[in-house]
């Protein structure tokens, strides 16, 4: 899967052989999740490595991931001393059974609430919920909540999505969307081998979960990431997994000051990460055209959940629901001989997309400073689903060690909740360690300036 993974970044499949992956074991699952984890993080560490070269004019270093603790990131990494984080789904979040099959709700977002709860009427829980969902069919009632605004997706066996409109155009894209383009340019970034990204400035326009995933892992090696919300944005119960590394600032993009702080910003961005959907910073006034006017030397990394073409493209959607809609819960729900869907084991999707997009983001650092070249990468959770269905037959043995006391890295950090310690970083850099600035903190907690 790695040298799928490498290639489709457009990297050398001969550098493949500079990456070891250790520890034995995988996570349990009808998919190989394990090795989706170590491919995308050793994509991260092969990057980070190939930097390093361009700036030292030395070969690529080997460097090692660690197959068992990329698993755990995937899951979470931070573990509190003595608090608790907040529950990461609202409490109508979930799977439920309509006439014809199963539904999955997705209302973290007190809008996306509301949107559901328009069509469904208010719900106290998830009881009365099951009893309003009952009522429905499952693609009229997931097409009802769309209308509405909110995010919803009946479940697909995979033979089904294949079938799909928007399935067949997923099938037909390219796991990374590359474009280049040559900008005379007398930038240069002088790359210090333990903090590679040092003097790179990232703006960071993403919410759950792969865009900020993909941040942090760019402030773990110097970045400087400066990451906007609006005003009403919150997400409690991952704020403390994400922003480590991190300056966070809320402004309304609909409001022109903002807009023209953001802009201010942007002139003086090296990476702009943005996962709004793929109309949404068009009609803000922001499209790709205006970003490169303002930045012509902007390297521009952007997510979205259904794909770039299809009827879908800009359909709201998050790891659970493509996980719905392209057949990976009702295939586990199968494996497992469950009688309800059964997800990935871990938010693998949304990881994994996040980790891919860094790698993006670090090989267009690369580019710019080897060649010129200005990258724009275009990456899809859906895309990434098909990768993992695409391995489905070389599921590997679940022998998966729980975590241990041991895999703790020693460091405390202070977060604006209380202390906590980080699980190990995977990646293993000869002199290049991975760690955060700045420790979690609140959002909108900074000034809007580098």
């Known amino acids: 899967m790695f040298h799928a993974v490498w290639t489709a970044l457009g990297g050398d499949l001969d550098d493949c052989s500079r990456v070891t992956l250790t520890t034995a074991g995988a996570l349990p699952s009808a998919y190989p999740v394990t090795e989706l984890a170590s491919a995308s993080m050793a994509a991260v ?18 460097v090692q991931v660690d197959r068992r603790l990329a698993s755990i990131w995937f899951g979470t990494s931070l573990r509190p001393l003595g608090w608790q984080t907040p529950a990461m789904w609202d409490p109508v979040a979930g799977d439920y059974k309509a006439k014809d099959g199963w539904i999955r709700l997705h209302t973290n977002a007190p809008h996306h609430r509301l949107a559901a709860e328009r069509v469904l009427g208010a719900q106290v829980d998830k009881a009365s919920m099951a009893k309003a969902v009952a009522q429905w069919t499952t693609q009229a009632l997931e097409r009802a909540i ?13 033979g089904q999505w294949a079938l799909h409109p928007q399935g067949r155009a997923v099938a037909q894209e390219p796991l990374v969307h590359l474009q280049r383009r040559a900008v005379p340019s007398n930038l240069v970034h002088p790359v210090d081998p333990s903090r590679p990204l040092a003097g790179i400035n990232v703006l960071d326009l993403t919410r759950v979960l792969a865009g900020p995933i993909a941040t942090r892992c760019l402030a773990a090696y110097g970045a400087q990431v400066l990451r906007i919300d609006s005003p009403d944005w919150n997400e409690p119960g991952i704020v403390p997994e994400v922003t480590p590394g991190k300056r966070l600032v809320r402004l309304d993009l609909r409001d022109p000051a903002a807009l023209a702080t ?5 002139a003086s961005a090296d990476v702009i990460v943005h996962g709004y959907r793929a109309d949404a910073l068009e009609n803000l006034g922001l499209g790709s055209v205006v970003r490169q006017q303002i930045n012509p030397r ?76 200005v990258l724009q990468a275009r990456l899809s959770l859906a895309r990434t689903a098909q990768l993992l ?28 909740w209380g202390d906590a310690q980080r699980i190990q970083w995977p990646v293993q850099i000869a002199g290049c360690p991975a760690w955060w600035a700045l420790p979690a903190h609140e959002l909108g907690s900074d000034t809007a300036q580098w």
């Open 146 to 158: 769309v209308q509405a605004g909110g995010c919803a997706a009946h479940m697909n066996a995979s």
């Open 389 to 416: 269905q695409e391995y489905r037959s070389h599921t590997t043995n679940p022998d998966f060690a729980e975590e241990t006391q041991a895999d703790k890295a020693p460091a405390i950090e202070h977060t604006a």
């Open 298 to 373: 902007l390297i521009d990394i952007s997510l979205n959940a259904y794909g770039w073409t299809g009827p879908w493209r800009n359909r709201r959607g998050f790891d659970s629901l493509v996980q719905m809609s392209s057949g990976i819960a009702d295939t586990g729900m199968q494996h497992a001989q469950a009688d309800k869907p059964v997800p990935l084991p871990v938010q693998a999707l949304d990881h994994a997309t996040g980790y891919l997009m860094a790698a993006a983001a670090i090989i267009g650092i690369t580019e710019r400073l080897q060649s010129g070249t």
């Open 262 to 266: 953001v802009k201010r910003l942007l």
């Open 45 to 62: 560490a092969l990057s980070i490595a190939r930097l390093r070269a361009v700036g030292s004019g030395k070969p690529i270093e080997a």
